[in-house]
């Protein structure tokens, strides 16, 4: 491929270009909502698939091309899409011509509909279809000759969310017959890396961080008849099982005690009994057991001395505790 001095020209200031831009969009935050506007430019590889007739000496059909676009998202999927597309130049020689080249040249405007299929969050499946309207060139020994035209264009390629502001894209065109009988006609492929901005996105507010407050602690005891561990009164933990099944890193302390009659070790293990009966009552209303501490005291640590049957009955008891914690609102 021979590159000419205007095409280099061309292809040095869209390096120039993209480089500092491409490196702010990677170093951006993710801070802005987007805007449906947008505009960009491309730079590729253009190919003149019928650029040289067959008799040609020397052929070169392939040259640096451009582009620039703005664009409009009617919707997440669907927008709109009018670009100018260079795409360079193809030059043959013909023995007819004593060696002297023939440069055909060949530009355009291009209106698109533009559909977007996101395979990730980042990355999108993109397809365009719509109609280019080209303008050409042909220069030669003999002069030069000009003409446009309507030609149907198609594009299918990936496109790359940088953040909110910029976008990147890698995209084929195939431009379908372009030229005419004045110029001779060529189908037109061009594969471009495209970066597009997203004009008038606006910064997105941080969320507030939730305010927090703080549940208190719970403390409640259940009381239990002379030698018995069924447990059959729950109205007194209704606040510390709602607790529990609206906050799942709460967790409480079960604790058991008798009072002072009979022996103090079978006291110990009817008190292990009564904190059990109480923490099978948590875990048949949806609390896990890993979250229940069971504690037994037997006749340790008494609410009032057992001198008296209303005292002892006092004593009979399981006490739940349920340390205070702070909880988002």
């Known amino acids: 491929m021979v590159v000419h001095a205007s095409t280099l020209c061309r292809f040095s200031a869209a390096i120039f270009l993209a480089l500092p831009t491409l490196s702010y969009a990677v170093e951006s935050k993710d801070s802005h909502t987007p805007s449906p506007w947008y505009a960009g430019a491309s ?26 676009m703005l664009g409009h998202r009617f919707t997440h999927k669907w927008g709109a899409e009018l670009s100018y597309l260079d795409f360079g130049q193809a030059s043959a020689s013909y023995p007819t011509s004593n060696g002297s080249p023939h440069q055909g040249m060949m530009r355009g405007w291009s209106l698109s509909a533009v559909g977007q299929l996101p395979l990730s969050p980042r990355v999108n499946l993109l397809g365009k279809v719509g109609t280019l309207r080209w303008n050409g060139q042909v220069k030669s020994p003999s002069g030069q000759r000009r003409d446009q035209g309507w030609v149907p264009v198609v594009s299918a390629g990936l496109g790359v969310q940088l953040n909110q502001r910029w976008a990147l894209s890698i995209t084929t065109s ?5 030229g005419s009988p004045a110029l001779g006609g060529t189908n037109l492929w061009l594969s471009s890396v495209g970066l597009q901005y997203h004009f008038g996105a606006s910064p997105t507010p941080s969320a ?30 209704a606040d510390i099982v709602s607790r529990l099944q609206r906050h799942p890193g709460s967790r409480v302390i079960v604790q058991g005690f008798s009072d002072a009659t009979g ?52 004593n009979r008891r399981v006490h739940l505790y349920v340390p205070g914690m702070e909880v988002s609102q």
């Open 43 to 68: 730079i590729g590889w253009t190919r003149f698939h019928n650029g040289c007739e067959p008799d040609a000496s020397a052929c070169d059909k392939d040259d640096i091309g451009i582009g620039a």
């Open 174 to 178: 195939y431009a379908d017959g372009a």
């Open 208 to 237: 507030p961080a939730p305010a927090k407050i703080l549940l208190p602690a719970l403390h409640r005891d259940v009381h239990f008849d002379f030698d018995s561990a069924v447990f059959n009164d729950p109205a007194p933990l």
């Open 263 to 314: 022996d103090q070790e079978y006291n110990l293990s009817l008190s292990d009994r009564r904190a059990q009966a109480v923490a099978d009552y948590l875990t048949s209303r949806g609390i896990e057991s890993h979250r229940i501490t069971i504690e037994d005291f037997g006749e340790r640590q008494p609410v009032i001395d057992n001198a008296t049957p209303q005292h002892r009955a006092q």
